[in-house]
């Protein structure tokens, strides 16, 4: 791929924008042809045609036949096959990376924004060193991607369980130990190359991606929840993150609970706790364990998921008094049980809310175990299809590369 950016034959801001737009009309309806396009971005036909040759230069979109002949409604059209325009999927990539307390996920997307590879592989972050922690997070990721290859990586996404800015610098991740710790460039540093790289809460991150990937799980307000060894979140309103007045919106697990057993939501829900309090009638289980036993009904597990049910429909009504939701998403390990007892759920928080009180839609991600690397690879794509990105706002130099945005 030719990282040449945009010859200046328009001024540079329309240029940029153009490009931005062509980006982001390709991505969205997928293969347009001149004229859709032209009608996507508010440009006349011929304005549409150069930003289209300008994006075949560099690699980014190439022309295709077209080979289905029908109109908006679907109805075959005559005439002779047009040329349609698409983006090039393999053109470049991104990567997310989520450091969790049991394991490490990575998730490689192309410019089409689908996922290529996914891998997760066992890791105990239990008071982990960072250092450490990033560079075999960084080591999996690259572990099959070649120099050749290399350079057409144009973003690293990296999540965590912690309290962070948006700058991705962490102020605590209590379960992993870290504190006062700037991911971001503790990341960049570690890096085999010069590649753009962003940190982020890794609820924050699992709300993006689904945001970004489905957008019509955009409008409204949604709390994004995810259950693994600690319980974060995030709130997405009419498809932007609402991060608070020091970016911890969200931020549930340390809600009280009103069994004084338990200190804070993640105590009472968390995976240490179902297996801690599972492993006194099963030494040996792990969490895939103890789900098939819930499924298979034997009694201890399902009265363990009964008391799961109980508080976590507590934490549901507490999160719907706070910020209203519409709807609220599940991801992790943990949010497996919810499927298997949705209507327990249910019948608790109708016992514990007030009628007049809406009581929001709960959804399971299917996707939750790449929930939040795949949110960080989407923050990077995010990026690089706006004019964040310096391919598109800077002049034209012939061969010349870009650099971190």
Known sequence: ????????????????????????ALHRFGPLSRAELARHMGVNRSSAGNIVLELVEVGLVREVPETNLTNSAGQPRAGRPGILVEIV????????????????????????????????????????????????????????????????????????????????????????????????ALTRSLLPAEIPVCAENDG?????????????????????????TGVGGGIVIDGKLFRGGNGLAGEVGHLKTRNPTYRNLEQAFGRDRILSSYRQFNPDADLD????????????????????????????????????????????????????????????????????????????NESAAYGSAFGAACIMHQRFMSLDNQMFSRDAVSGSETSEA
């Open 204 to 228: 924050n991150a699992f709300g993006i991606g689904i945001t970004y990937s489905q957008p019509e799980a955009a409008s409204g307000v949604t709390f994004f929840m995810v259950i693994e």
């Open 1 to 24: 791929m030719n990282h040449a950016t945009f010859a200046s034959s328009s001024p540079r801001r329309i240029r940029q924008s153009n490009a931005v737009a062509t980006l982001n």
């Open 289 to 364: 364990a103890f789900l098939r036993n819930v499924r298979d009904r034997v009694p201890q597990a399902v009265q363990l998921a009964e008391e799961w049910a109980t508080l976590f429909a507590f934490a549901v009504v507490q999160i719907s008094r706070l910020i209203d939701p519409n709807r609220i998403v599940l991801g992790g390990s943990v949010a497996e049980l919810y499927p298997l007892v949705a209507a327990r759920v249910d019948a608790h928080i109708r016992s514990l809310q007030a009628e007049t009180f809406p009581i929001p839609e709960i959804v399971f």
């Open 89 to 184: 999927p393999e053109a470049v990539f991104f990567i997310g990376v989520e450091i969790g307390v049991e394991h490490m996920t990575c998730v490689e997307i192309d410019l089409a924004g689908k996922i290529i590879h996914s891998a997760t592989n066992r890791f105990d972050g239990h008071n982990s060193d960072p250092q450490d922690a990033v560079r075999v997070a960084i080591n999996r990721a690259f572990a099959e991607i070649g120099k050749d290859r290399l350079v057409r990586c144009q973003g690293l996404g990296i999540t965590v369980p912690g309290q962070m800015d948006q700058n991705g610098f962490i102020h605590v991740a209590p379960i992993l130990g870290w504190r006062n710790l700037d991911l971001t």
